[in-house]
């Protein structure tokens, strides 16, 4: 059974670096089958995604926040990274990782599954 | 970047149907991913393509795709499936390419 979890700081200073890790377990993230995502959730809203990686580096992400997200995979880990810069309290929200299944043939589609539990990150000083 | 649009909330009484639309400009050329997310937990895939099912989730739950709108429909619906729902698409027209609806509460009476 695949699992994911999230750790890192719940609470980052305005300005500093937010940074989370995502530890896979039940499957390899070099496995070349999958992208490796992070969705976040602003309290009492929506689902937002941030971006993904896939193990050779390839990425995409949420252009709103292309400019402060970088997701990085450690494969002798076996975990991937958030690193979003420059947090103000704009957000603060719950963050998930998640395995995503990415089809770029027609009919182009992508889903997450399975997904972390989550983890609150607020920022404030 | 494309839009999806979602009801904010529906109400049902328990064994009732209930339906939750997703409207997006021409979404039924899309492969359209639903998830609920009961509160306090991470989101589950619980509806997939037009209506497909990944495994463990109940009959119950199916859904459509056509013209502008996407449906998930529930019957019979029970207390255990009060919770937000979500649908997902990719977006290969802009560089935003994963979109979510803002989510819907279904609520059960």
């Known amino acids: 059974q695949v699992q994911l979890l999230e750790s890192g700081p719940g609470l980052v200073k305005p300005s500093q670096t937010l940074s989370l890790t995502c530890t896979v377990s039940?499957?390899?993230?070099?496995?070349?089958?999958?992208?490796w995502s992070w969705i976040r959730q602003h309290p009492g809203k929506g689902l937002e995604w941030i971006g993904f990686?896939?193990?050779?580096?390839?990425?995409y992400y949420n252009p709103s926040l292309k400019s402060r997200v970088t997701i990085s995979i450690d494969s002798s880990k076996n975990h991937f990274s958030l690193i979003l810069t420059s947090v103000t309290a704009a957000d603060t929200a719950i963050y998930f990782c998640?395995?995503?299944?990415?089809?770029?043939?027609?009919?182009?589609?992508?889903?997450?599954?399975?997904w972390g539990h989550g983890t609150l990150v607020t920022v404030s000083s | 970047s494309y839009v999806l649009t979602q009801p904010p909330s529906v109400s049902v009484a328990p064994g009732q149907t209930a339906t939750i639309s997703c409207g997006g400009n021409?979404?039924?050329?899309?492969?359209v991913q639903w998830y609920q997310q009961k509160a306090g937990q991470a989101p589950v895939r619980v509806v997939y393509?037009?209506?497909d099912r990944p495994s463990g989730i109940p009959e119950r739950f199916s859904g459509s795709n056509s013209g502008n709108t996407a449906t998930l429909t529930i019957s019979r619906v029970e207390d255990g499936d009060e919770a937000d729902y979500y649908c997902?698409?990719?977006?290969?027209?802009?560089?935003?390419?994963?979109?979510f609806g803002g989510g819907t509460k279904l609520t059960v009476l």
């Open positions: 998640a395995r995503a299944t990415l089809l770029l043939s027609e009919p182009f589609q992508n889903w997450f599954d399975p």
């Open positions: 039940g499957d390899s993230i070099s496995s070349g089958l999958y992208y």
């Open positions: 990686t896939f193990f050779t580096g390839n990425t």
């Open positions: 021409n979404i039924g050329g899309k492969i």
């Open positions: 393509d037009h209506s």
């Open positions: 997902q698409v990719w977006d290969d027209t802009t560089d935003l390419n994963v979109v």
